[in-house]
């Protein structure tokens, strides 16, 4: 079964931090872009950094850049989000998706493309 199962948020202070792991089984995750893509509630899907398939090139949307890190370990099938510097405007649904970069940063449903894992709270309090 193809699967990306998360791990990691919470609630955390603002100026706090927190990891986020992402597990993917059933699918070739090697050959595979990886993103985390955040929702707050009542607003559409927000991309927020990326790594391509080996792991030697990554992105991030402005607003995470210098605080956020993501990461990825092939032989463990693994992808992280190392959150720093919380903010509450940070406050969303958190998800990793599998799929070319390119398609992921303008993508606007879930539903339309790629591996989706099922989401994990990160909430910020001020």
């Known amino acids: 079964e193809v699967q990306l199962v998360q791990s990691g948020g919470g609630l955390v202070q603002d100026g706090g931090s927190l990891r986020l792991s992402c597990a993917a089984s059933g699918f070739a995750f090697n050959l595979y872009d990886m993103s985390w893509v955040r929702q707050a509630p009542g607003k559409g899907l927000e991309w927020v950094s990326g790594i391509n398939k080996g792991g030697e090139d990554t992105s991030y949307a402005d607003s995470v850049k210098g605080r956020f890190t993501i990461s990825r370990d092939n032989a463990k099938r693994t992808l992280l989000l190392q959150m720093n510097s919380l903010k509450p405007e940070d406050t969303a649904m958190y998800y990793c998706?599998?799929?070319?970069?390119?398609?992921?940063?303008?993508?606007?449903?879930?539903?339309?493309?790629?591996?989706w894992g099922a989401g994990t709270q990160v909430t910020v309090s001020s």
């Open positions: 998706a599998a799929g070319d970069l390119k398609i992921m940063t303008v993508l606007k449903r879930k539903e339309d493309f790629g591996i």
